[in-house]
């Protein structure tokens, strides 16, 4: 109920045009891992229907633009206001069977975070095995196909650590070891970095030079 309520308060936030105040001088990352008809309820999974939802909905009232351009934005001090620029974590193979056509049918850019370890492989980590999902990963040709559709790739360690806790030899190999593989598998710059579960204390401050050592 209590979402039911949220969402319903969103319609009518941006129906009224009450966004336009909200968002000024602001800008929106969303975040998206999986788009599963078969995962209804999954925490980190969407059904394709509200993936189209929600695109349709960003390219209504946002201006939807790629990673690059909102940090070239920000750099140069320019308007942000209701930008919004779309993400995906993990490497899911869903990524690019079926959110990649929504995203391409709406003309959408977005950037895809890959754990580079998990490519190609049938590899289980503990958030899906604890519901005993098998996880389903793209192969690096998929990968290789988002980046000729024109979408970002970034890096997202090898192995999906956590960054608060992996440090030294250990945590540059994840995070330079994942920028290389992709690098050689794009044959070009990989610019993006996202660390693995997105909570302020899962990237320490020595990590974080780490990251940006990298460029």
């Known amino acids: 109920m209590r979402r039911q309520v949220k969402a319903l308060l969103g319609r009518l936030a941006y129906t009224g045009g009450a966004q336009r105040l909200l968002l000024?001088?602001?800008?929106?990352?969303?975040l998206f891992h999986r788009v599963d008809d078969r995962l209804p309820g999954?925490?980190?999974?969407?059904?394709?229907?509200?993936?189209r939802a929600y695109c349709e909905f960003f390219a209504r009232h946002f201006r939807?633009?790629?990673?690059?351009?909102?940090?070239?934005r920000l750099a140069r001090g320019a308007d942000i206001s209701h930008h919004l620029v779309i993400t995906f974590d993990d490497g899911y193979r869903d990524n690019c069977e079926v959110a990649a056509p929504e995203l391409l049918r709406l003309g959408l850019p977005a950037c895809f975070f890959i754990a580079t370890g998990f490519i190609g492989t049938k590899r289980v980590p503990w958030w899906d095995a604890e519901?005993?999902?098998?996880?389903?990963?793209?192969?690096?040709?998929?990968v290789r196909?988002?980046?000729r559709q024109g979408f970002e790739i970034g890096a997202h360690t090898r192995n999906h650590v956590d960054l608060g806790i992996v440090s030294g030899d250990e945590a540059r190999e994840e995070i330079e070891?994942?920028?290389r593989r992709l690098e050689a598998e794009l044959g070009s710059e990989v610019r993006y970095f996202s660390y693995p579960f997105g909570r302020r204390e899962q990237l320490t401050d020595e990590n974080r030079q780490l990251?940006?050592?990298?460029g």
Do not use: Y
């Open 131 to 142: 519901r005993g999902i098998e996880s389903e990963w793209m192969s690096w040709e998929q």
């Open 145 to 147: 196909f988002l980046h």
């Open 42 to 51: 999954n925490p980190i999974s969407c059904t394709s229907g509200e993936f």
């Open 211 to 214: 990251v940006r050592a990298c």
């Open 177 to 179: 070891g994942s920028r």
């Open 64 to 72: 939807v633009v790629s990673l690059g351009e909102l940090l070239g």
């Open 24 to 30: 000024r001088d602001k800008a929106l990352i969303v």
